[in-house]
Nanobody, 115 residues
């Protein structure tokens, strides 16, 4: 089992950048596939980016070339670097860990893109 805590959200102007962090506690973090999801008001939760235990990444089309997911297994942390932010990126961002058929979620961090 793993516990996940997100940080790094906040208010940013359009075109700005933020880096989200997700700190994991528990065993075998390196064996987990990790992902970032987001949920905007009135919308379903959607996948933003995923990174496998082996470091393979994939992204939703709406964030390609703007967001980068990475992980530091020595620090038990996964990151989401978000550049060129748009108002439509406003959402609660959730960290997800997946292993052996089990999903684990953080509490979420709010990202608001507004002038």
């Amino acid at each position: 089992q793993v516990q996940l805590v997100e940080s790094g959200g906040g208010l940013v102007q359009p075109g700005g950048s933020l880096r989200l962090s997700c700190a994991a506690s528990g065993r075998d973090f390196s064996a987990y596939a990790m992902a970032w999801y987001r949920q905007a008001p009135g919308k379903q939760r959607e996948l933003v980016a995923r990174i496998t235990s082996g470091g393979i990444t994939n992204y939703a089309d709406f964030v390609k070339d703007r967001f980068t997911i990475s992980r530091d297994n020595a620090k038990n942390t996964v990151y989401l670097q978000m550049n060129s932010l748009k108002p439509e990126d406003t959402a609660v961002y959730y960290c997800n860990g997946f292993r052996l058929g089990h999903d684990y979620w953080g509490q979420g961090t709010q990202v608001t893109v507004s002038s």
